[in-house]
């Protein structure tokens, strides 16, 4: 069972163009989260999904930034207009239906630099 | 915040001594989890904690838990050069939805 996959892992953009994320959840998990690490800083939540649902998008930035997870295909995080401090690594978790509280799997991360 | 906060910030030990890495976080919590990051890579899962538990074992790796200090801490006994990494705790804040990381302990092990 392959885990959770995320492409690209390396991501460099310039400012203002846009960035796309994708995140394929472990087969059968029908949760996606996201989280961004900063340098030198631990994760921080951004966003859950379900299918074709936003559950909590508390921790997503008010501009710029969106997220999806379509019936069919990877989710996807998009980032509008990149300035420098969206530099840093996006990480998706899966986790299996009903396991509110259970373990996360992670992904290895897609690192964006932008220039 | 609800965020966790893994003490001490970094760690350098030798190797076969014992790593002892501590986490507070704010608020009740349903599970608390441990994930290692080697440098430049993902998440590893280590070990989940429920919050009637307060002990656990896996392998090498001890993990407590006290509610009511709202604290939990990892030890890594006899420990080896490729634990070299970061240790975060992550906490549910009751929700388990989503998971409040701390900003990591980095554990050196010089062989």
């Known amino acids: 069972n392959a885990g959770v996959m995320q492409n690209p892992r390396h991501l460099v953009r310039r400012r203002g163009q846009e960035a796309r994320l994708r995140c394929s959840p472990m087969?059968?998990?029908?949760?996606v989260y996201w989280y961004r690490q900063l340098p030198e800083e631990g994760l921080k939540f951004m966003v859950y999904?379900?299918?074709?649902?936003?559950?909590?998008e508390s921790g997503m930035p008010k501009e710029r930034f969106s997220a999806e997870f379509p019936k069919e295909g990877p989710s996807i995080l998009r980032i509008q207009q990149v300035v420098r401090g969206d530099s840093a690594a996006y990480f998706c978790?899966?986790?299996?239906?009903?396991?509110?509280?259970?373990?996360?799997?992670f992904g290895p991360g897609t690192r964006l630099t932008v220039l | 915040s609800q965020q966790g906060e893994e003490d001490p910030q970094a760690l350098s030990i030798q190797e076969g001594e014992n790593a002892t890495m501590n986490c507070s976080y704010k608020t009740s919590i349903n599970n608390l989890q441990w994930y290692r990051q080697n440098s430049g890579r993902g998440l590893v899962h280590l070990i989940l904690i429920r919050s009637n538990e307060r002990e656990k074992h896996s392998g090498r790796l001890r993990v407590t838990l006290d509610t009511s200090k709202k604290s939990s801490s990892l030890l890594i006994t006899a420990s080896r050069a490729a634990d070299t990494a970061s240790y975060f705790c992550?906490?549910?804040?009751?929700?388990?939805?989503?998971?409040?990381f701390g900003t990591g302990t980095s554990l050196t092990v010089i062989p």
């Open positions: 978790a899966s986790s299996p239906p009903g396991s509110q509280g259970n373990e996360q799997f």
């Open positions: 992550a906490t549910d804040a009751g929700t388990g939805n989503q998971f409040y």
């Open positions: 999904l379900q299918k074709e649902n936003i559950i909590d």
């Open positions: 087969k059968g998990h029908s949760h």
